[in-house]
């Protein structure tokens, strides 16, 4: 369990050293099979994960409409940090969109990361790698065209498109299903001339 986090851990910061004997014993394995919650807007979040297997989304509702703001394929961290670290209800909830399993930390094992040399470093480059996405997500939805958004997940996450349901993809990308459709019909168009 514990070399995915490492794995993890030495891909955001080469130089980090974990004694594994103090965080291991913390670390909890939670499955959530397709279509269960992880966790629910409302909830508090006792944890922060990272996607061992499978995939889950998140998302909120916003007038009875379900909005994803993120995938979480494998390696994946995921989340409301906010909800975990204030102990306040989650903003958003995180849905499996596949049989998945997730690490868990929780308060006791940030802490423990806190303590080591350089785990307040880590968990900063953790958070600004969160606050990156978010801002990367946020910019995109003020700035890019549906198709644009299409575009730059077919590029960056290819593999990922034929794991995500119409629905949940047409979300991400701020529009319905039919125009979901309708656009990848334009898209296929143009590559094919």
Avoid: W
């Avoid at 944890?47 to 494998?74: A, Y």
């Amino acid at each position: 369990m514990y070399e995915l986090l490492h794995s993890f851990i030495q891909q955001l910061f080469p130089e980090c050293q974990v004694d594994a004997t103090l965080i291991e014993p913390l670390l909890e394995s939670k499955r959530v099979l397709k279509g269960d919650f992880l966790f629910r807007e409302g909830d508090i979040c006792y944890f922060v994960g990272l996607t061992m297997r499978g995939c889950l989304r998140s998302f909120f509702l916003k007038d009875g409409k379900e909005l994803t703001l993120f995938f979480h394929p494998e390696h994946s961290t995921l989340g409301d940090y906010e909800s975990f670290r204030r102990q306040t209800p989650a903003y958003f909830s995180c849905q499996a969109i596949e049989d998945s399993e997730v690490l868990t930390l929780n308060s006791q094992a940030i802490e423990i990361l806190e303590t080591l040399p350089d785990g307040q470093k880590l968990l900063r480059l953790v958070v600004e790698d969160l606050a990156f996405q978010l801002r990367d997500r946020l910019l995109s939805l003020y700035r890019d065209s549906p198709e644009q958004r299409y575009l730059d997940f077919l590029k960056s996450e290819p593999k990922l498109l034929q794991r995500i349901p119409q629905q949940y993809l047409a979300s991400h990308l701020g529009i319905e299903p039919e125009s979901l459709s309708r656009l990848k019909r334009r898209v296929q168009e143009r590559r094919s001339t």
